[in-house]
């Protein structure tokens, strides 16, 4: 005989599981998370750096603008003797491209999701400082175009148009690692 209060679990689970306002996580029209606008702040990791590496100037931000875009702002490290190191912004991207066929009747396609990469190149430091330019996904955000471009719909008599016209940034990572180091001296990532 199963005890009366394991019942009242189960029903429990089994009811909000079941809910409108339950969400799954591979919902076709839905994302499971979205990268808001704004600024998002990183920090020094000095273990990550030669010794005696410090944040001379400038501020360790990006930002997401209204376009879902990301910009990651310069800054320089002093104290890092001859080291070179590579700053990097990889941020994804995602879109419900909706078929709509010559009757009306709309099938939403899966999410596809694309990649912006932008990198530095390597950074070589001057009189041990280390001037990191500012990188952004810029021209590289993709478009509603490029997502409709690589939807397959049932049959080409389909219409492709992304639903809402909308593009959501799933996630975006920027570091910035030294040679001979394999943890990032800075690292933001938001999703």
């Known amino acids: 005989m199963r005890p009366k209060h394991l019942i009242c679990v189960t029903v429990l689970a089994l009811a909000a599981a079941c809910s409108d306002t339950a969400t799954s996580p591979t919902s076709v029209d839905r994302p499971q998370f979205v990268v808001a606008t704004g600024p998002y702040p990183g920090t020094l990791n000095t273990g990550a750096v030669p010794a005696g590496g410090h944040l001379q100037s400038g ?4 930002t997401v603008n209204s376009s879902f875009g990301v910009t990651c702002s310069g800054y320089q490290i002093n104290g890092i003797g001859n080291t070179n190191a590579t700053a990097s912004l990889n941020a994804s991207y995602s879109a419900t491209v909706d078929c709509t066929n010559n009757g009306g009747k709309l099938v939403p396609v899966k999410s596809t999701v694309q990649n912006a990469t932008v990198s530095s190149g ?4 001057k009189n041990g400082a280390l001037a990191v330019p500012s990188i952004s996904t810029g021209g590289q955000t993709p478009t509603s175009g490029q997502f409709i471009a690589n939807a397959t719909c049932p049959n080409g008599n389909w219409t492709k148009s992304v639903e809402g016209g909308s593009i959501t940034l799933e996630s975006f990572t920027y570091t910035l690692t030294f040679v001979g180091f394999t943890t990032p001296a800075v690292s933001i990532s938001a999703s």
């Open 122 to 125: 390597q950074l070589a430091p």
């Open 59 to 62: 501020n360790i931000l990006c």
